[in-house]
């Protein structure tokens, strides 16, 4: 499994994933279903490689459900914003 040092790399590689997932017909709504969920698998089996992957963990494990599907929104945002 490779691992991912760096946040911008991080991004970009998230970033490429909503688009082609968007290219594909994927909806906000379904785009933030899909974050949801790596963000669970994230959590639970990968150890962050960086503090800002460190940040995101702590933030996620801090938050109920609701709380998570608004981080993982958030971000699909911010990745798609900035690349």
């Not at 490429?16 to 997932?21: K, Q, R, S």
């Not at 801090?62 to 998570?68: V, Y």
């Amino acid at each position: 499994m490779q691992t991912v040092d760096s946040f911008d790399k991080w991004k970009g590689m998230l970033a490429e994933g909503i688009g082609m997932a968007k290219a594909a017909g994927a909806s906000d709504q379904e785009v933030a279903s899909v974050a949801t969920k790596m963000g669970n698998y994230l959590s639970n089996n990968v150890d962050p490689a960086n503090r800002e992957q460190r940040l995101l963990k702590e933030l996620w494990e801090s938050g109920d459900q609701q709380d998570q599907q608004a981080l993982a929104k958030m971000v699909s945002k911010m990745v798609q914003h900035t690349h």
